[in-house]
Structure formats: C-alpha cells, structure tokens
C-alpha cells in the first residue's frame, strides 16, 4: 500500500494484519480521488473507520487543507500516527480516538470530504449516514465504500445519493446534501 501521488507520493504506508483488515486497494483508491480531485485542493477531510489512515493521508499528499482520522482500534490509530509521521503530513492531523457513531453525535466540525469503509456487513450504514448531515459542509461530498452486493439508501437525513460506483466486488456511493443535488 502506497501513496499515489502528491506531496507523499510512492511512499508506503503500514497496515495492520488480521482478517479484520480489509485495506482499499489501489484501483478503488485512484477512482475514488478521480472522482473529487477537484475538491481536494484546500479541503477539510474526515476518514472514519480510518483503518492505516491511507484515504485521508492521500487526500493531504494531494493539497488538503487537514484531515480528521477517527476508528476506535488503539492499533490502527497507531498505525496511522507511524504513517503520518513516515509521510510528513502530521501537522496537518488530528487522530481521534473514537468509535464512528459517537464522533459523528458529537462533532462540532464540518467536512468537505467524508470517507467511510467500516467493516462489511455489520450494519453501520443505518447508524452512520444519519449523522453525515450535519458535518457534511455545503457543497461537500461524502464516499461510503461497501460490499457490492450491500444496498445503500437513497437518502439518508438530509443527503441524497448521487452515484454509486463498482469496482469489482466493491462499490463506492457517494452522497451530498439534498439542497445541493438542485
């Protein structure tokens, strides 16, 4: 696993080992910065279930303002501090130690890039995109990445789905605010 381009590009980054982790693959990671390549610049991140930390370490390599970690996996968040350190970008994150449901109750903040790739199938969708509104910037863009076979809804408190994407066994939907799909 690598950065693929930016500041951090060719870089690896570590990851944790275990049939829990399910890291984003290069290919989901390249279409997905594909898709927003535009709002990267200058944006505020958030990536929940943050994992190694690979899709909110991409974005900063590729001219992010700050970047949001939050996962609930003393483990993974100090995975993500190694390759924050090991990339530079660490002035400009904040790992949170948290589970994603809690954060997103409780955030003040608001994104303009949201990441989510819980774990598959435990049924965060329900639980998660509800909160998403409310951090969700006006103008910004939210990318749950899921099982294909894993219907999302079409909307979700205030957002609406905007496209669903696949990559082989995966998928990406991506969702912004009902007001901004006018």
Known sequence: MRVIT?????????????MDVRPTTDMVKEA???IVQFQVPC??????????????????S???ARAVFVDNSRASQAVIRENLAATGL?????????DAVSFLAHAADRYDIIFLDPPYDAGFAPQ??????????????????????????????????KKNYRYGKIA???????EDAQ
């Open 6 to 18: 930016g500041t951090a590009r060719g870089r690896k980054l570590k990851t944790l080992e275990g």
């Open 32 to 34: 997905v910065f594909s």
């Open 43 to 60: 944006a505020s991140v958030l990536d929940v279930f943050a994992g190694s930390g690979q899709m909110g370490i991409e974005a900063l």
């Open 62 to 64: 590729r001219g992010a």
């Open 90 to 98: 660490a002035k400009q994150a904040r790992v949170i130690a948290d």
């Open 128 to 161: 998660v995109l509800p909160l998403l509104e409310r951090v969700l910037a006006p103008g910004g863009i939210v990318l749950f990445e899921h099982r294909l076979k894993e219907e999302l809804p079409a909307e979700a408190g205030g957002l609406v789905l």
């Open 172 to 178: 990406v939907t991506t969702y912004i605010h009902a």
